[in-house]
């Protein structure tokens, strides 16, 4: 579970920097450094996802607010999903020792 926080509070730095930078369209883009991301794993997987598109110009990128929306949503849905996967397998097991 440690490194699944990990990769969750990256995450929101990446979207916090790219807002912060102002790096919200194509023609707002700007390079990994100026905004001060390093482009690790998390980073590409949130790229390939769409979050992060490339700019206009080379080397440069921005956060697509709508893919940032919808990431985020997903990621709710799963936390959700398991903690209602959690309370079942609670349940089950109570009821079975319980029998």
Do not use: C, W
């Amino acid at each position: 579970m440690g490194n699944d926080a990990y990769i969750i509070i990256k995450q929101n730095e990446y979207l916090r920097k790219f807002r912060r930078a102002g790096a919200t369209d194509p023609n707002l883009a700007r390079t990994l450094s100026e905004i001060g991301v390093k482009p690790s794993g998390i980073f590409r997987r949130m790229e390939d996802r769409d979050v992060f598109r490339q700019g206009r110009r080379p080397e440069t990128y921005y956060i697509d607010e709508s893919a940032a929306e919808d990431f985020l949503a997903a990621r709710r849905r799963r936390a959700l999903y398991s903690i209602l996967l959690a309370i079942a397998l609670v349940a089950l097991l109570f009821f079975l020792r319980h029998r």
